[in-house]
């Protein structure tokens, strides 16, 4: 191989760049790892063969205490050859990331190296803990100067993409995850009106809303709102449903319910961590009992004025022996009930004016004869109006309950 050869030229980084470009826009819709490295595996062949003097190519993943062959590309190789990790050259190239190696290499091994044909390649390390490798074999002529500086490249391009595909995977199963902890329809319960609706500023966010069936006339209703979005509030608001959900399966009481789940809370997040919760249940009779752990008061129009629902305590997670009550209101035939997160009162307009509270009152004053989905869809809109381009704008969630009937003594 000749290291002596004229240094490459400024056209073939960009032609190293475009395909790079061009081969990272073909599997952008996969999101399968060792597909994802097969295509770059074929198109590094095919587009490299007379630059870099790659003749062929194989993908390898970690499976325990050997490498196993699962693409060979312009060459022999069969998939399911093992090389055991133990080999000089593999623990090498773990160490550097990428190496260069042929026949004269004194930890070159031609019985490794014999069924593959191979006299020299170039190899690289991708993924967590170095899963992944990709050899290319070389021709005799190959730039090492040219092979070296590429490869960086390819690695580095392949690094990035399979750290997005991490994150979109991960992402995918926490949008199942949380996707899971909203009502796939809203409740039919007798004597009432009922719609939710939740709108996270990223992909998934910290605001959970559901409905937890109690009995034939009681319905539990949940609004929360773990600190911060994004992944780490989505994976706690889903942690906030379930133990609510356990809690209540064990016949336990709103107070004690709330109480065991902010220990649980405690324990299980980081200390800058917390969620603030309201959780209430809903009687055919219209009796309303609930906690407020340091969520947003939920608000009650009875005739023309208001009701706040205050009653509870501070938020989940910072202190473990917080202490919680709860709170009692009867709604009427007309009355309507509004929980709410924070991202709705707080949204900012561009004179870092609050939608606030008074202005969330006057849009349910305003759809008092609407359904509950109209009076949630008017929240919304209203919000939308207020602060279209808020830049500090937070997940926004709404549950409407409206007493249609008068209420049930049974």
């Not at 803990?129 to 090492?144: G, Q």
């Not at 356990?246 to 004690?256: A, C, H, N, T, W």
């Not at 501070?314 to 709860?326: D, I, K, M, T």
Request: glycine share 8%; proline share 5%.
């Amino acid at each position: 191989m000749s290291g002596e050869a004229a240094r490459p030229q400024q056209s073939d980084y960009w032609t190293l760049y475009r395909t790079l470009e061009k081969t990272i826009r073909e599997i952008q819709e996969t999101r399968d790892t060792a597909r994802a490295l097969t295509v770059f595996l074929e198109s590094l062949v095919k587009h490299y063969t007379g630059s870099l003097k790659i003749t062929g190519g194989r993908l390898y993943r970690r499976e325990k205490n050997h490498y196993v062959l699962l693409t060979s590309v312009g060459g022999p190789g069969t998939p399911g050859y093992r090389i055991p990790a133990s080999y000089p050259v593999i623990a090498e190239l773990r160490e550097r990331g990428l190496l260069i190696v042929d026949r004269t290499d004194p930890r070159f091994d031609p019985d490794i190296e014999g069924p593959l044909q191979v006299d020299a390649f170039a190899a690289i390390t991708v993924g967590a803990r170095d899963k992944w490798i990709i050899s290319f074999t070389l021709a005799p002529d190959a730039n090492l100067d040219h092979v070296v500086y590429s490869l960086s490249t390819v690695r580095h391009a392949i690094i990035g993409k399979l750290r997005q595909l991490d994150v979109e995977g991960e992402m995918l199963r926490v949008q199942e995850i949380q996707s899971s902890l909203f009502p796939r329809t809203m409740p039919r319960f007798d004597g009432y009106d009922i719609h939710g609706r939740s709108r996270p500023i990223e992909a998934v966010g910290g605001d959970v809303f559901n409905f937890i069936s109690l009995s034939r006339t009681m319905l539990g209703v949940l609004v929360a709102d773990s600190s911060g979005h994004g992944l780490s509030a989505a994976l706690q608001a889903r942690d906030v449903v379930t133990g609510m959900r356990m809690g209540l399966e064990e016949d336990l009481k709103i107070v004690r319910v709330v109480e065991k789940l902010n220990r649980v809370i405690h324990e299980t997040s980081l200390s800058s961590k917390f969620v603030s919760l309201f959780y209430g249940e809903l009687e055919r009779n219209g009796n309303f009992i609930y906690c407020n752990a340091g969520h947003v008061p939920a608000l009650v129009l009875q005739g023309s004025g208001f009701v706040s629902l205050t009653k509870g305590g501070p938020v989940l997670g910072p202190s473990p022996e917080a202490r919680y009550e709860r709170g009692y209101i009867t709604l009427e035939k007309g009355d309507i009930l509004v929980l709410y997160s924070d991202g709705i009162t707080e949204a900012h307009d561009r004179a870092d004016l609050e939608f606030g509270v008074d202005r969330l009152k006057e849009v349910i004053r305003a759809e008092s004869r609407g359904t509950a989905r109209e009076i949630t869809d008017a929240i919304f809109a209203a919000v939308s109006r207020f602060a279209p381009d808020d830049p500090l704008r937070d997940d926004q969630t709404v549950v409407v309950a409206r007493r249609i009937t008068d209420p049930d003594p049974a």
